[in-house]
């Protein structure tokens, strides 16, 4: 790269381009040469889209990978966990051992999980097998515990419910999907407090796999 990095940006946040000028960078349209590219999502999936044919130079760099949102997403984690899972059953590893009920011995990291509306006349098998079990909803796409809720009856999900009897579930769009599990009910806690460790890995090259990890511990602030 040049000693001046030009960069491109398609999100208006001060704490992006405040860093940005305070090193010197130079701001450029995305039509023009540029080093650096600190793109929202949608941009970032134009940009490396098949149709538009748009490839990196060694000099260009963008804040994202191809296909990030297969890891960052609830609902595609899950399914990628999943297919994870079976893959590895497929080929008899030691990792994808059960045990007697049943369970992954080493992959059991995540609680039983489906995918709403889509799985939804399978979470209902589960739940009538277990009536007395409570369950947390998350919408696929939000964060910072926006739209959560706990469920301990059918009755509360009668959107689905209701759509669910034709079998004929409506195009969806990703903001009205959710991911529904299993609620953890003796979770483990520091001094009585539930917790949630926040762990971020910066990864700057996949090949060679180069990553800085960090992170820290959320408690909560109630027992």
């Known amino acids: ?8 940006t398609d999100i208006d946040k001060s ?11 130079i701001a450029v349209g995305a039509d023009e040469d540029w080093n650096f590219y600190w793109a929202g999502v949608l941009t970032a999936k134009n940009l490396f889209s098949v149709e538009t044919g748009y ?17 960052t997403r609830k609902d595609l984690i899950v399914k990628n ?7 590895l059953e497929k080929e008899g590893s030691p990792l994808a051992e059960r045990d007697d009920t049943g369970r992954y011995i080493h992959l059991d990291f995540i609680p039983t999980t ?11 098998e589960e739940f009538r097998r277990n009536p007395s079990s409570t369950w947390i909803l998350k919408p696929t796409g939000k964060a910072r515990g926006i ?6 009856k059918l009755s509360q999900l009668k959107k689905w ?12 769009a990703a903001k009205d999907m959710y991911v529904i599990s299993r609620y953890i009910e003796n979770p483990l806690l520091i001094g009585g407090k539930k917790f ?21 511990v959320s408690v909560a602030s109630a027992r």
Not at 55 to 71: G, K, M, S, T
Not at 81 to 87: E, F, S
């Open 81 to 87: 966990i999943k297919r994870y899972r079976k893959d």
């Open 161 to 172: 419910s209701r759509d669910s009897k034709t079998n004929a579930f409506p195009q969806v």
């Open 1 to 8: 790269m040049s000693n001046k990095v030009k960069y491109v």
């Open 196 to 216: 949630d460790l926040r762990l971020y890995i910066l990864v700057t090259s996949f090949r060679p796999l180069k990553r800085t990890p960090i992170g820290w």
């Open 15 to 25: 704490v992006l381009l405040n860093n940005f000028e305070r090193r010197g960078w």
């Open 147 to 152: 739209g959560i809720y706990l469920v301990n």
């Open 114 to 124: 489906y995918i709403l509306p889509a799985d939804y006349n399978l979470f209902t």
């Open 55 to 71: 490839r990196l130079n060694d000099d260009q760099i963008v804040c994202h990978f191809p296909n990030h949102y297969e890891l």
